[in-house]
């Protein structure tokens, strides 16, 4: 069963990370939880329904698919697989966080989210996972705090560097906080990173490429 139990894992948790890696929201926000699968894999897709419609700033679905992840979460306690909510419960915080976040409750989004980030830096993050301090960076970019937004990308960075969404993040904040050097170099090495965006048609790059445009000359 271990390999059966890896691909329930796989087939909930790849395209959960693949659609809000690559920032596409609303596909994040339409995923359904295979037919077959357990509640704690449920919970893997309602966090990133729930992140993906808080995203658009859709507070009716956020809502919606909060409560699907506190159900998801209800039947895991009841269930074998109880034992996947033992420890830090990273995506249970980020869910909180992003609803407080819809719910324009700013101080306290933030304040639950740097709290995930605090302890996700703690206990550590799986590889493959989305740093919470790069969410929380999303949310005072979108708060208009861009010095505080890159503090965290930077700090976030320091534990992953060179992630795309860190760098693009961080390069945006930057411009954002009139720091044109750091700017340039973080659009810089984003571009580096992807083959100076050749094969990429990513908004990020295109603005990056603008950017660097403007910035050098």
């Known amino acids: 069963t271990g390999m059966l139990e890896y691909f329930g894992f796989a087939a909930a948790h790849f395209p959960a990370i693949y659609n809000l890696e690559m920032r596409h929201w609303s596909d994040a926000a339409a995923l359904e939880p295979a037919a077959n699968a357990t509640p704690d894999l449920q919970m893997i ?14 507070l009716e679905a956020t809502r919606r698919n909060v409560q699907k992840f506190n159900d998801a979460e209800e039947a895991t ?9 033992e420890g830090p419960q990273i995506a249970r915080g980020e869910v909180d966080a992003w609803l407080a976040f819809t719910e324009k409750r700013n101080d306290d989004a933030v304040r ?8 996700q ?17 999303d949310m005072l970019l979108e708060l208009d705090q861009p010095e505080s937004a890159l503090m965290e990308y ?12 860190g760098l693009a993040g961080a390069a945006r904040a930057a411009e954002m906080a009139h720091q044109p050097v750091k700017a340039t170099t973080y659009y810089g090495q ?5 083959d100076e965006g050749k094969h990429s048609e990513r908004p990020e790059l295109r603005s990056a490429k603008m950017e660097l445009a403007k910035n050098t000359q």
């Open 45 to 58: 897709t309602y966090w990133a329904r729930t992140i993906g419609s808080a995203r658009m700033g859709d």
């Open 77 to 85: 306690r009841k269930s074998k697989y109880a034992y996947t909510l």
């Open 112 to 119: 639950m989210m740097r709290q995930v980030a605090d302890t």
């Open 121 to 137: 830096d703690k206990v550590g993050k799986r590889e493959v996972d989305i740093p919470a301090r790069e969410m929380l960076a």
């Open 154 to 165: 930077e700090k976030s960075m320091k534990i992953d560097p060179n992630r795309f969404n």
């Open 190 to 194: 984003l571009l580096k990173n992807c």
